[in-house]
């Protein structure tokens, strides 16, 4: 029997041929260890001829950052942070080789200051649940058929997603949007006509 390919991070000095590559492996390493990768800096665009670079780290990563100069004793509400100062963080440079770049991972701080979660609870990080075009279909259907927010999440769990019934509610959100901005741009396009 074949061994199944079991998910890690990338480790230091593997190669990658595309950025997409890295990170949807990063993500599936984090995953299967019970964490989420998030970007923590980069550059992307040889900004002054410096070489390109992408960090990612824990999204425990850093600290929750006052920037209203908020006193806890001013605050209304509880402050919810998820953020613990973690130090994970994975490095990945460009490099030539030949005529092609690809990255290279050349820093890994691996240990979290924080319990990690178990495969049970991985969806209860975004980074880790996603629904694809099948599931916005599904997700049309259901709503034109009157289903509940939460029949509908449950239905794309069943056929293979991930999801929360208020990642439901944030893709209607988006929807509607992108239903606002397409008719904003008939309209427009409508009255440049007319004229
Ligand atoms: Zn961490």
Redesign the pocket.
């Known amino acids: 029997m074949a061994a199944e390919a079991v998910n890690t991070v990338p480790g230091i000095n593997s190669e990658w041929p595309s950025l997409e590559a890295f990170r949807s492996a990063a993500q599936a390493g984090a995953k299967a260890e019970g964490?989420a990768f998030s970007t923590r800096d980069s550059n992307l665009k040889d900004y002054r001829g410096k070489h390109k670079f992408l960090t990612l780290q824990?999204?425990?990563?850093r600290h929750w950052f006052n920037s209203h100069g908020l006193k806890e004793e001013a605050r209304k509400r509880r402050r919810l942070t998820k953020r613990?100062g973690?130090p994970?963080a994975l490095r990945v440079v460009e490099q030539k080789r030949g005529n092609d770049f690809v990255w290279v991972v050349n820093q890994y701080i691996a240990t979290?200051?924080?319990q990690?979660l178990f495969p049970t609870q991985i969806h209860s990080l975004p980074q880790h649940r996603s629904l694809n075009s099948d599931h916005v279909t599904l997700y049309r259907k259901m709503t034109l058929s009157g289903s509940s927010t939460c029949s509908i999440a449950t239905a794309i769990n069943l056929s293979g997603g991930l999801c929360l019934p208020k990642d439901v509610r944030n893709l209607r959100a988006r929807l509607r949007v992108a239903l606002n901005v397409s008719y904003l741009l008939q309209s427009i396009s409508r009255v440049i006509c007319c004229h």
């Not at 824990?58 to 990563?61: D, V």
């Open positions: 964490f824990c999204t425990k990563g613990e973690c994970v979290h200051n924080h990690l």
